[in-house]
Each structure stands twice: as C-alpha cells, then as structure tokens.
C-alpha cells in the first residue's frame, strides 16, 4: 500500500482550517472582554504632531479604559497606547526646551533695557517674553504629561501583573472530570449567542466577499496567496541552494547559510501571501469590527505556525541532509519530521479558538477550560516528539548528545511534567502558563542557535587565516595572520553575545508583555533616569527572577574564561601565566559586575 505523507496537505489544510474556523467553530478561549472597543483602537493611533491639548484627552481616554474588568489584550493594548503619548510628549518637552532656548537667543540680542530706548524694542521684547512664557508654560506641561502617561503605563502593568497572579493561582476543574468538557461541549447560552451574532457578520463578509463585483477579486488573491505560499516558497528555496552552492565557499557557511535562508523564505514567503489574503479581504468585503480583528489576529497566527514550521524543516533538513546545521542523526531527524506541521497545525487551531473568544467576550469558564486544553494539546505534541525521539535512539542504538544538547530533553520532560501535573491539579491557567514559555523559549533559543551559528561560520570564513577569504583579505590588507586570527575570534564572540543577551532578555519576557512592549520599555529606561529605583516593587517573583539571573551570569562567566583560554588567548603571544592571570581577573571583574 502506497504511503501517504501529510507535509504536502499541510499548508492547504492550515488555509482550510483557518478559513472554517472563522465561520462554524465553537468559541474557544481567551479573557473576556472584546476587542472591538473603537476607542482603544483609536488609542493607539495619534497624529505625530498632535497638540497638548489632545495628547492630554487621549490619556484620559486611555485612563477610562483601565478598569479591573478589563482584560490581558485590553490592557495591553491602553499600555502601549500610553507609552505613544509618553514618547510624543517627550519629544513636545524637548521641541518646546529648544524654542525657548531661541527666544533667549533672541532676548539676549535685543538686551537689557534701556532708559532712551525706542518703542519698537520695547514693544519686541514684551512679545518675546510672552512667548517665552506660554513656551515655559507649554514644556512644563509637556513634562508633567510624560511622567503622567509613565505612571499610568506603570499601573497598567501592575494591574496586569495582579490579574495574571490571581489568575493562575485559581483552580478549575480537571481535565479528568466531566464538568471541564462539558464547558467546552456545552457552552452557556450567551456564549452561544454571542458566536451566532459573530458568525451572522462573518457569513455577511463572505457573501460580500463572493458577491458578483467582488468575486473574482477575492478568488484571485486567495489563488494567489496559494501559490505564493507552495510554489514561490519552493521555488525560492532551490535558488537558495544553488546560491550557496555558487557563491560561498565550501565549508560550514554554507549549512548555517542555507539554513538562515530557509527560516527566512519560508517567513518572507508566508507573509507574502498573507498581505495578498488580507488587501483581497479589505478590497472585496465589507468587514466589521469584529471581523477584521479577528481576520487580522488569524492572519498573524498564519505567519507564526508558517515560521514555527520554517525553523524546524530549516533544523532538520530532511531533503539535503548533509546540509544539516544542528549535528541531529538522518534517523531521529526523519523521526521527527512531522513534529514542527503538527505543533503548527495544533498552534494555528487552538489560538484560532482563542482569538474567537477573544472577539465574542467568551465567559470564564469557557476560557479557562480552553486554556487547559491548549496546554494538553501542546504538552501531548511535545511528550509525543519525545517518545519518537527516544525510541528511536534505542531503535538504531544511537549515542545520546552531550553537553548542552544533552540537557535539552531532561528539561522538557521535568517542564512538560508540571503542565501535566498543573492540569490534573486543576491549575489550568498555571498550566497555559507554562505552555506559552514552553513555546516561546524553545522558538528564542532555536532562532538564537541559528543567529550565532551563523554569525560565527560567516566571521570564520571571512577572517579567519585558514580559510580562502580570510587569505584574500590578508594579502589585500596586508594583515599578520595572528592578527587576523585574533580579529576574527573577537568578533563572533562579541556577535554571540549581543545574540544571547537578546535571547535571555525575551526568554525571560514578564508574562503578557510582547517583543514589541520590551523594546519600547528598554527605549525609555534611559528617560525614567534614576526614578527607576525610586518606584521599584521587590515582588517575591522579583526576587526570583534575580537569583536565576545570577546563576545563569555565573554560567556565562564560566563560559567567557573557556572561551578566553581556549580560543583568544592562544592566538596571542602571551605566555601560559599570563593568559592564566587574565582569565582569573576577567572572571574576578565578571562576578563584582554580575553582583551589581
């Protein structure tokens, strides 16, 4: 019997069911208040040369929106819109400070006053000083509006924070008892209402969408959007490869190369013919609020699962094996080849879910119940995943991975062992929890492998004296080889390290707070000055939080001296004391540093 594979349906059947889902599925999880509050939307969006005036209505917009009722996407949605105001009355205070500073400029000009003076000067400087003043007035208003948009973005995280601690201390009833599926089988009949009157808006879009003006234009982008995803993908990834094989060296760039180049195809592929999908929705139907929330939250989901799976076809490489970047065997690979399309597929569906409940204001017990199902969906893939990848180990009677590679497994079976126990113990919110870092880790530290992989095979083939371009480049430049040597270790350590710091700091992510949020949060640390200390919460997670960051810089201050007596200092002309007497003061230096 002819064997079917499902990696060729997969793309297809995440299309299909993301087009289903959004008409007749049951309405699954996600707090509870909807996202179609046009005021929040609009909190987000502000003129770049908006007054004071509106940028103090718009935070006593966002004021009123930050209740206790509100839930996690509300919230955060109000923070991000307060940190806009934030950031836009900042720069108002810098302009105003600078304008005053010209009206100075032009007082100092005209000069003190004079017995005999005309009466022009006096009259100008009058109006300079007037002007002076309402400019004082307008920065010092400025200045008060930037620390109230900071404290109310600083409640609005405390307030989160609380929920989300409230939250997963709460028990629900077990996956093991009949009451958390028949939440789900069965919901309230406001749940069931509220998705009839979402699927009465979607059912209006569709026929919009396939009315006879509109049809062919929608249809045309949905084809469109297919071949993009399937045909242009494949067809990018061969180029890919005979690029590679033309223009680099042979040597291990090439793999970490090709590898970049397929997590980054497929994503660039996929958000492709997602922009195709979503400019034909736009263009052919009629959308509500609703709806386009949550056609857009869909189409996103549609470019996370792409790249969830985009990495793992990228790690594995199960067409060119030899390309293999991680050092996977070609049996545990091929073992786990379906492990990155089911996590996608199950990710696509179960968050589909969530956004809908999202959308309808679901009830509490339905989104609790579909948070525990989430985690059981997701913890049985990856329990799945490692059964094979254990079985097969003993199958072909392979040798187990040392070293870091080692420690993986062990992780995810005492990680995954929580969420099972979180489930059973009824602590379903503790155990999405879990699943979500579970997730999220694993996506950062895939990504960041693959970054300083890459970084360090492009640093070595470039620079490096026993490599073909770090000749070429030795003999145009006229460099000694030690030196180049030298250059060549110092840059892929300084490019690994900025990768891993970024890599912890989104691991180590505060729960409800995107990538997006962090990065604007880290570009006004340097603004809050030394106020930062000053409103500091020590919370016993805090204080958690800090001693797992001193035990992982004690590891990266193990990790440095190896690097240094391994790789640098041997490249130097320095004698065995002298490389030992640096590692010793740099690991001294790196300890007081990681103390403070």
């Known amino acids: 019997m002819r064997r079917v594979s499902l990696a060729r349906y997969c793309p297809g059947l995440m299309v299909f069911m993301a087009l289903m889902l959004a008409i007749a599925s049951p309405a699954w999880s996600a707090p509870a208040t909807p996202l179609s509050n046009l005021a929040v939307a609009e909190a987000n969006v502000l003129d770049e040369n908006a007054s004071i005036e509106q940028l103090s209505d718009r935070l006593d917009q966002i004021r009123q929106g930050v209740t206790s009722e509100a839930n996690d996407d509300l919230l955060s949605q109000l923070r991000l819109g307060a940190m806009q105001v934030q950031r836009q009355a900042d720069a108002l205070s810098a302009l105003r400070t600078t304008d005053v500073e010209k009206v100075d400029d032009k007082l100092k000009v005209i000069g003190p006053v ?47 924070r609380s929920q989300f601690n409230s939250q997963i201390t709460s028990r629900a009833a077990s996956p093991l008892s009949p009451a958390f599926w028949q939440s ?63 223009w680099l060296p042979e040597g291990r760039l090439r793999r970490s190369a090709l590898a970049l180049g397929v997590s980054l195809a497929t994503l660039g592929t996929i958000a492709g013919s997602v922009s195709l999908l979503r400019w034909g929705l736009e263009s052919s139907a009629e959308l509500g609020s609703d709806i386009a929330s949550l056609a857009n939250h869909v189409l996103a989901l549609v470019v996370f699962s792409a790249f969830i799976t985009g990495l793992g076809r990228a790690m594995l490489m199960l067409q060119r094996p030899s390309w293999r970047l991680p050092p ?31 959308v309808i204001g679901a009830s509490l017990a339905l989104t609790v119940a579909v948070n525990g199902l989430t985690a059981l969906v997701v913890a049985v893939t990856f329990a799945g995943a490692l059964l094979r990848y254990r079985r097969t180990l003993r199958k072909h009677d392979l040798e187990r991975p040392t070293g870091l590679a080692g420690l993986i497994p062990f992780v995810m079976v005492i990680w995954l062992t929580l969420i099972l126990l979180a489930l059973l113990a009824g602590y379903l919110t503790l155990a999405y929890f879990l699943t979500a870092k579970l997730l999220w880790v ?143 003061l740099v690991g001294y230096l790196g300890f007081i540093f990681l103390a403070m």
């Open 114 to 160: 004079q017995p005999d003076e005309a009466a022009a000067l006096t009259q100008q400087r009058k109006e300079l000083e007037a002007e002076k003043k309402a400019l004082v007035a307008q920065q010092e208003q400025a200045t008060k509006l930037t620390q109230s948009a900071r404290d109310l973005s600083t409640q609005i995280v405390n307030l989160r």
């Open 328 to 358: 996977i065997h070609d049996e545990v690979a091929s073992a786990l080849g379906w492990f990155p399309k089911v996590l996608a597929l199950a990710l696509m569906v179960m968050m589909t879910m969530e956004r809908i409940n999202s």
């Open 442 to 584: 694993s996506l950062v530290i895939t990504c960041a492998y693959l970054l300083t992989t890459f970084f360090g095979d492009l640093c070595e083939t470039l620079l490096s004296p026993r490599q073909p371009g770090g000749l070429a480049l030795a003999s145009t430049l006229g460099l000694a080889p030690r030196h180049q040597a030298q250059a060549s270790t110092i840059l892929a350590g300084i490019g690994r390290t900025v990768v891993l710091f970024l890599a912890l700091l989104l691991a180590l992510m505060p729960s409800g707070t995107s990538p997006s949020e962090l990065l604007l949060s880290l570009g006004d640390w340097d603004e809050t000055g030394g106020k930062l200390l000053g409103n500091m919460n020590i919370v016993p997670q805090d204080i958690l939080l800090a001693v797992v960051m001193f035990l992982g810089g004690l590891f990266a201050i193990r990790v440095v001296k190896r690097w240094l007596s391994d790789r640098l200092l041997p490249e130097t002309d320095m004698d065995a004391g002298m490389r030992a007497s640096l590692v010793t």
């Open 184 to 246: 789900i089988i069965r919901p309230t009949q406001d749940d069931v209402a509220r998705l009839r009157d979402l699927r009465g808006e979607t059912a209006d879009a569709i026929a919009s969408a396939f009315s006879a003006e509109h049809r062919w234009l929608f249809i045309t982008s949905l084809v469109a959007a297919i071949l993009v995803w399937t045909l242009v993908r494949r067809m990018l990834e061969r180029l890919l490869a005979s690029a590679m094989v033309s």
